[in-house]
Nanobody
Framework: VQLQASGGGLVQAGGSVRLTCTPS??????MGWYRQAAGKQREFVAR???????TYADSVKGRFTISRDVRKNTMYLQMNSLRSDDTAVYYC?????????WGQGTQVTVSS
C-alpha cells in the first residue's frame, strides 16, 4: 500500500495550504495526518474515520479541517491561519486492522 501526499510548500504566516493524500487502495477505516517538526517527535494532527468522525489536535482546532472524498479516494487537510509553529513535514496515515501505513511526507514551511 502506498500513500501519496502532496500540497506542501512555503507559505506566509496567516496563509493557507491544502494537503492531499491518495492511497493506492480503498477501504481504510481510519485516515489521518501527523507532522514532525525538526528535532521533535512526530505528533498527531487530525483523523477521519470511514463513518465521518473527526478528531483534531488541540493546537489545530478551528484552523485545520480534515475531509475525505470517497469517490476520488482522496483525503485532504485544509490548513488556515498558519503559524510558524505549524512548520513541519506532514505525513499521511492510514490504519486498517493492526497495520499503520505512512506516506512519504510533504514539507510545509510557514514564514513569519
Amino acid at each position: 500500500v502506498q500513500l501519496q501526499a502532496s500540497g506542501g510548500g512555503l507559505v506566509q504566516a496567516g496563509g493557507s495550504v491544502r494537503l492531499t493524500c491518495t492511497p493506492s487502495r480503498r477501504g481504510f477505516k481510519i485516515m489521518g495526518w501527523y507532522r514532525q517538526a525538526a528535532g521533535k517527535q512526530r505528533e498527531f494532527v487530525a483523523r477521519i474515520t470511514a463513518g465521518g468522525e473527526l478528531t483534531y489536535a488541540d493546537s489545530v482546532k478551528g484552523r485545520f479541517t480534515i475531509s475525505r472524498d470517497v469517490r476520488k479516494n482522496t483525503m485532504y487537510l485544509q490548513m488556515n491561519s498558519l503559524r510558524s509553529d505549524d512548520t513541519a513535514v506532514y505525513y499521511c496515515n492510514a490504519f486498517q486492522g493492526d497495520i499503520n501505513y505512512w506516506g512519504q511526507g510533504t514539507q510545509v514551511t510557514v514564514s513569519s
